[in-house]
């Protein structure tokens, strides 16, 4: 086993799955965990020699289900030297059009799920003073998410979140990093029903595996945020910093309304 032990939510593809495979590959063991059979095949993929990677299949949309995490994690017997607070989801449309189950959905996993699992990880980092955390927030919390609005609102909440808990902490060991990427080459616009339907879709994007390591790094170096991505992610969170809400909603309705069909 390696000295280190992470746990990494959402982890059986996209920006998750990638910063597991960042933990490993600098000597940690991991617990990662999704709500789907991939993450079976994630953990044969992340493996590096002379690490441990235990797969755990679990919906966070359940107090029940973070609880289920956490009895899991605990029965490693091993302490959380760095838990990466990923899992999320997203939905596109028109607010009033959308399912309440799917915006409820959203609450649960991206919100609820990550306060659950942070509070009950966080308190024994605190007694011991030491432990890293990584909330990945987005870009997408600093504008006003027109056709994404619970979405957006979603991570301005995870963003705001972690601000709290770093001025809380400052007089600790206990370190926590904002991961803010911007859109990302990852599942989650195909999920969201944005893949083809919209700008932003069908908009070249991030690799993960970039922003992966940029957050894996800021997260050791013990940085409060890193925006992640290229140029034009970061160019985008330069402009988020002084333009109006009013005109970043206008420009975020601009890449997230469904396109009209020809015809």
């Known amino acids: 086993m390696a000295e280190r032990f992470a746990v990494i939510t959402g982890a059986s593809s996209g920006i998750g799955r990638e910063l597991a495979h960042q933990f490993t590959r600098h000597r940690f063991d991991v617990l990662i965990c999704a709500d789907d059979g991939e993450i079976y095949e994630a953990a044969r993929a992340i493996a590096e020699p002379g690490t441990e990677v235990i797969p755990v299949q679990v919906d966070l949309r359940t107090p029940d289900g973070v609880e289920s995490l956490y009895r899991r994690i605990k029965e490693t017997g091993r302490q ?24 409820l959905s959203i609450v649960r996993l991206n919100v609820e799920s990550s306060v659950h699992l942070t509070w009950l ?37 995870l963003q705001s979140f972690a601000e709290a808990l770093q001025a809380e902490l400052s007089d ?33 994007k991030d690799d993960p ?31 988020s910093t002084f333009l109006p809400d009013r005109m970043k909603a206008a420009l975020h309705s601009l890449m997230a309304k469904p396109l009209k069909r020809a015809g």
């Open 209 to 239: 595996t970039q922003v992966a390591a940029q957050g894996f790094a800021a997260l050791m170096a013990g940085k409060r945020r890193v925006v992640g991505g290229g140029v034009a992610t970061h160019a985008q969170y330069v402009a």
């Open 121 to 157: 990880v966080l308190r024994e980092m605190v007694a011991r003073n030491q432990g890293r955390i990584l909330v990945t927030s987005s870009i997408a919390s600093m504008m006003p998410g027109s056709y994404q609005a619970v979405y957006n609102a979603s991570k301005s909440f």
């Open 172 to 204: 600790s060991d206990v370190t926590v990093t904002s991961l803010m990427p911007g859109p990302t080459e990852t599942r989650f616009f195909q999920r969201a029903d944005m893949a083809h339907n919209t700008r932003v879709g069908r908009s070249s």
């Open 80 to 103: 959380v030297d760095a838990l990466a607070v990923n899992a999320g989801v997203g939905q596109g449309g028109r607010f009033v059009e959308s399912q309440l189950d799917d915006a």
